[in-house]
T-cell receptor, first 114, second 115 residues
């Protein structure tokens, strides 16, 4: 039972354009969401997060949008740069439940072409 | 600069061997985690520790055990390695608090191959 879904295994965009990575979740108890970026042969690094009390969080070129009614979040990267090419993981947690646990999606490979 | 290090980047073992994967963090974090990453499956939590000598099972603990004798060190043990344990193993740590809200810091990973 996959509670966090990233339905696009890969995405390719041109440098300077917007990248939109999508994530859906099924567990209505999830109230905190994170995005991690992973380069090959490196561990994931934290990118940005959002609490369920917000619908948007911005950090430089990165913005995460949360639509609770649709159980959907998206990561926008504007403008995209070749160095953004990596696997992006969406993660979610239920602070009232097993609050140690992050549930990760399967990841989306983003390729930004020069 | 925060640092999580793992003892080996690449490891090749034979079926039935006992395997130790070591993880050390220098951030004085209370919480430490072991995940495995497999193509098409994302990151799955194997075990978690929120204090020295404390541990909790994650989603896929079968075939694994852990040890946390010191705060900075968290070991993953494969008692009898099997080919289906061939994977990328990632260690992470996070500070005390409401863990769900805490960023987890990951090590570079250990690529384990079991022949």
């Amino acid at each position: 039972d996959q509670q966090v879904k990233q339905n696009s295994p890969s995405l390719s965009v041109q440098e300077g354009r917007i990248s939109i990575l999508n994530c859906d979740y099924t567990n209505s108890m999830f109230d905190y969401f994170l995005w991690y970026k992973k380069y090959p042969a490196e561990g994931p690094t934290f990118l940005i997060s959002i609490s369920s009390i917000k619908d948007k969080n911005e950090d430089g070129r990165f913005t995460v949008f949360l639509n609770k009614s649709a159980k959907h979040l998206s990561l926008h990267i504007v403008p995209s740069q070749p160095g953004d090419s990596a696997v992006y993981f969406c993660a979610a947690s239920d602070s009232g439940g097993s609050n140690y646990k992050l549930t990760f999606g399967k990841g989306t490979l983003l390729t930004v072409n020069p | 600069d925060v640092k999580v290090t793992q003892s080996s980047r690449y490891l090749v073992k034979r079926t039935g061997e006992k395997v130790f994967l070591e993880c050390v963090q220098d951030m004085d974090h209370e919480n430490m985690f072991w995940y495995r990453q497999d193509p098409g499956l994302g990151l799955r939590l194997i075990y978690f520790s929120y204090d020295v000598k404390m541990k909790e099972k994650g989603d896929i603990p079968e075939g694994y055990s852990v040890s946390r004798e010191k705060k900075e060190r968290f070991s993953l043990i494969l008692e009898s390695a099997s080919t289906n344990q061939t994977s990328m193993y990632l260690c992470a740590s996070s500070p005390w608090g409401l863990i769900a809200y805490n960023e987890q810091f990951f090590g570079p990973g250990t690529r384990l191959t079991v022949l």
